[in-house]
C-alpha cells in the first residue's frame, strides 16, 4: 500500500492492529507533506468543525470525514513539536463507540497514543512528538474509521 489513505469499517480496522501487534503486518508507505487525497466516501462527507480539544497554539494540518458521522482532524503544535488528533461527531447524541489515535513513523516503532470510548460528541485529543516524522493518525464513530500512514511529514529543526 502506498499513500496510505484509508476508510474502512471497524472489523477490518480491527483485523489490521491485531495483525499489527502480532508483528505479522507492518505498513510502511512513502508519505509526502501534502494534505492526504480523501477517498470517494470521505470527500462527500459533511465534516464537524474543529473543536479546539488539542488546546491552545494547535492548529489544523489534515482533517478527513468519516462516512457521514464526523471529522477526524490532526492539528501541529508549531512551538512543542507536537501532533494531536481529535475525532468529533458532526451531531451531539448518544454515546457511541469512538477513537483517536496517532503515532509517529520511528524506527523505534513507537505505540501509537490511543483514546477510545463510548462519547457523546468527541474522542481524544491524543498527543505525540511529530517532529522530523512522519504520523500515522486515524479515528473512527461508530463501525467507520479512516486511517492514514505516512501523511503530514516533518522535518528536523
Not at 116 to 141: M, N, Q, T
Amino acid at each position: 500500500m502506498t499513500g496510505g489513505t484509508v476508510m474502512r469499517s471497524k472489523s477490518a480496522a480491527l483485523a489490521t492492529a491485531v495483525a499489527a501487534v502480532a508483528g505479522t503486518a507492518l505498513i510502511a508507505t512513502a508519505g509526502t507533506a501534502s494534505a492526504a487525497t480523501p477517498t470517494a466516501e470521505s470527500a462527500a462527507s459533511p465534516k464537524a468543525a474543529y473543536n479546539g480539544a488539542c488546546g491552545a497554539g494547535y492548529s489544523v494540518v489534515n482533517s478527513a470525514g468519516i462516512a457521514d458521522l464526523g471529522t477526524v482532524f490532526l492539528t501541529y503544535n508549531s512551538t512543542t513539536g507536537k501532533n494531536c488528533v481529535v475525532t468529533v461527531r458532526n451531531k451531539t447524541g448518544d454515546p457511541i463507540h469512538m477513537s483517536a489515535s496517532v503515532r509517529p513513523l520511528d524506527t523505534a516503532e513507537t505505540p501509537p497514543e490511543v483514546d477510545e470510548g463510548e462519547y457523546k460528541s468527541y474522542a481524544g485529543p491524543v498527543y505525540v512528538k511529530g517532529r522530523g516524522f512522519c504520523i500515522e493518525w486515524s479515528g473512527s464513530i461508530g463501525e467507520e474509521e479512516y486511517y492514514n500512514s505516512g501523511s503530514n511529514c516533518g522535518v528536523r529543526k
